[in-house]
C-alpha cells in the first residue's frame, strides 16, 4: 500500500482539497484499470496540518464548495495535526509550499529518507499551491491541486521516476 500524507499549514483548505481529489483520481484510475484488467495499487491517502490553529475543525468552506461541486463530500474531515510519527508511517508527505515543507521537517526532525516534496514539484511549473485563505480564490488553488495530484499519480505509478 502507497500511503500519502499531504499537509498545509491548517488542513481546512489546501491539503483537504488534495486529499480529497487525490482520493477520487485514484478511485477513477483503480476502476479504469479493473475494467481494463490491470493491476493498480492500493492507496491510503490523508491530510494534516503544520499548525496547531485549526485543529477540529472542518474543512473551509471554501473548499468544501469546489469538492461539493464535484460530487465530493468532506463533511467528516476535521483539522489534525502531522505528527513525527507521520515520518515513518507515509510514504509521500506532500506540502503545499516551501513555507510547509519546512515546518514539516521540524515537525518530523528532517527529511533523512527525502519522502518530502511541495505538490506543484510534480508539474511543470514547480512553485507553491495558491493559498485561498489569503486571496479567497479557490478556483486557482483547485487548478494548482489538480495539476499537482495528476503529476504525483503519474510519478508513483512509474515507481519514482520523472
Known amino acids: 500500500m502507497i500511503k500519502v500524507l499531504f499537509c498545509c499549514h491548517g488542513n481546512i483548505c489546501r491539503s483537504p482539497m488534495a486529499e480529497y481529489i487525490f482520493k477520487n483520481m485514484t478511485e477513477q484510475n483503480r476502476r479504469s484499470a479493473s475494467e481494463s484488467g490491470r493491476e493498480f495499487p492500493e492507496f491510503y ?12 475543525n472542518p474543512v473551509h468552506r471554501g473548499t468544501r464548495e469546489v469538492l461539493r461541486r464535484l460530487g465530493i463530500d468532506c463533511s467528516e474531515k476535521r483539522a ?24 514539516m521537517q521540524r515537525i518530523a526532525g528532517g527529511d533523512p529518507q527525502k519522502k518530502m516534496y511541495r505538490l506543484l514539484d510534480f508539474t511543470e ?37 520523472r
Open 125 to 161: 511549473e514547480p512553485g507553491d499551491v495558491a493559498d485561498p485563505w489569503y486571496t479567497g480564490d479557490f478556483e486557482t488553488t483547485y487548478q494548482d491541486v489538480v495539476r499537482g495530484c495528476q503529476g504525483l499519480l503519474q510519478y508513483i505509478l512509474k515507481g519514482g521516476e
Open 80 to 103: 489534525r495535526q502531522m505528527t513525527w510519527k507521520d515520518y515513518e508511517e507515509y510514504d509521500y508527505l506532500i506540502g503545499m509550499d516551501q513555507w510547509n515543507i519546512l515546518n
Open 45 to 56: 491517502i490523508a491530510s494534516a496540518a503544520t499548525s496547531l490553529e485549526e485543529l477540529g
